[in-house]
């Protein structure tokens, strides 16, 4: 993602996953809202949206 938001030129797209074979108790909560906040790009961060589904 980092890299895609730096240097857009240099990719022809990304997919993100989501895919963890192992989440430590301590991290869950994290990664749920995490879940959620990718899983509602467009309504959490409408600039970073766009640029990823402009294409």
Do not use: C, W
């Not at 301590?26 to 766009?50: H, P, R, V």
């Amino acid at each position: 993602m980092h890299s895609a938001l730096r240097v857009p030129e240099f990719m022809n797209g990304i997919v993100l996953t989501g895919y963890a074979p192992f989440i430590p108790e301590e991290l869950e909560g994290i990664m749920e809202k995490q879940y959620e906040y990718f899983s509602n790009i467009e309504e959490n961060d409408a600039n970073i949206a766009y640029s990823i589904f402009k294409a």
